[in-house]
């Protein structure tokens, strides 16, 4: 006789409810409330070795996942906006919400989403904390433009965030209250320009370490794309396994076109935007870049800019790059198009970020030549000009 249940479980900040059927969607658990503080023992006592678990995606459901882990047999963690499609109904309690879970469950019907590992986790809050904290000192720098716009100051020369531009913001004719705030602006300023150093420091100390080292070695190799869009990428896709083709990864992303068919009728839309966005984000700053110093994806982008505009242009050579970047972290290979000195100067930048070389107590030109035969292009590599010198990477070996 098969005894398996099926469990859902709502969660909230102070509570979880949970409501559990069989495969034949019998109520084997009435849904029942349970205090946040009392749920470890309740699960312990009334939660049994085969039993199945589903929670929707929120907060701290990775929380929940890896507690209930070695109780129950598997925890699936549910797609919020998928079930929302599934199981919209003008009946929305808590009770309601947990019994839909565990039915959906039992019929094989739930959405899921990948339930990222802790390395990836991690890495994922250590690269959204850079970003929020950019985010900060970018609206804050808005404050200093308003204040010049207010009162039609042009910007000083060289640009009014360097360093020996702080005394000319100090010495403009404004109000005492204008006065104070721009000085607090930049008393903001700097503590943020101070967390974002430890905040990248960080980053690049981990771009270093296994499992991420291998794949920024091949991630490193595309323009466009430095050790912050780099590791922020990564983080975003996890387990680059988990996509069997680039359409796949293309549409995690948010980047595929929306598709409209009907009978004989069919069109294809805007991005469709349902994705990691600090995913689709890095990759439309790097596609920047990329056009920017790249012959090859610039000769691309001005061939779609001349036929689609510039902002649908950088949006597709944006999904053009996440197809390559499937192609070279799935396949473990250079990338064709690869500009051998270019990528022998962006390894040498990634070196000399933050010290890493230094910390990981090797010459840097030692690090950049173990990336590049990771590559397979230290052979092919000659004398580079980076940092106003000539780099001989022939030289010690």
């Not at 469990?7 to 949970?18: E, P, S």
């Not at 658990?29 to 939660?47: G, Q």
């Not at 991630?219 to 869009?229: A, E, S």
């Given at each position: ?47 049994l070795p085969n039993d199945s678990v589903a929670l929707e995606a929120t907060t701290n459901s990775w929380e929940f996942h890896d507690q209930l882990q070695g109780i129950v047999a598997e925890v699936l963690v549910a797609n919020s906006y998928k079930l929302k499609l599934i ?197 439309v700053n790097s596609a920047w870049v990329a056009v920017r110093f790249s012959d090859h994806w610039r000769q691309q982008f001005d061939r779609l800019a001349a036929r689609i505009g510039k902002q649908k242009a950088i949006t597709a050579t944006a999904h053009k790059l ?76």
């Open positions: 006789m098969d005894t398996k249940r099926y469990v859902g479980m709502d969660i909230h900040k102070r509570q979880v409810v949970a409501a559990a059927v069989d495969h034949q969607q019998n109520l084997k658990l009435k849904p029942v409330k349970i205090k946040m503080k009392n749920f470890p023992s309740w699960a312990r006592a009334n939660l199981s919209n109904s003008a009946a929305k309690t808590d009770r309601h919400d947990a019994l839909v879970l565990a039915k959906l469950l039992a019929a094989n019907l739930l959405p899921t989403v990948w339930v990222p590992p802790h390395h990836v986790r991690e890495l994922r809050e250590l690269t959204g904390h850079r970003s929020k904290l950019v985010g900060e000192r970018n609206k804050l720098k808005n404050q200093l433009h308003y204040m010049l716009h207010k009162h039609n100051l042009p910007s000083p020369a060289g640009g009014p965030f360097t360093l020996a531009r702080r005394n000319w913001w100090g010495d403009l004719s404004l109000n005492e209250v204008e006065k104070m705030k721009i000085a607090q602006y930049w008393q903001s300023i700097d503590h943020l320009n101070q967390q974002i150093r430890e905040t990248e420091s960080l980053i690049v100390q981990s771009s270093a370490k296994e499992p991420w080292l291998e794949m920024m070695t091949f991630m490193m190799q595309l323009p466009g794309i430095g050790v912050y869009t780099g590791m922020t990428i990564l983080a975003a896709i996890g387990d680059i396994e988990r996509f069997p083709s680039a359409a796949q990864l293309v549409g995690y992303a948010g980047l595929g076109a929306r598709v409209h068919a009907s009978g004989d009728s069919c069109r294809t839309g805007k991005i469709s935007k349902r994705g990691r966005r600090e995913l689709r984000t890095a990759l996440l197809v390559v970047i499937w192609h070279v972290l799935t396949k473990k290979e250079a990338d064709h198009q690869a500009d051998v000195q270019a990528v022998a100067r962006s390894v040498l930048r990634w070196a000399t970020e933050h010290r890493l070389a230094r910390s990981q107590k090797v010459h840097r030109h030692d690090f950049v030549r173990d990336r590049l035969a990771t590559l397979g292009l230290l052979e092919e590599v000659r004398p580079f000009r980076a940092n106003g010198r000539i780099h001989d990477l022939s030289v010690g070996r």
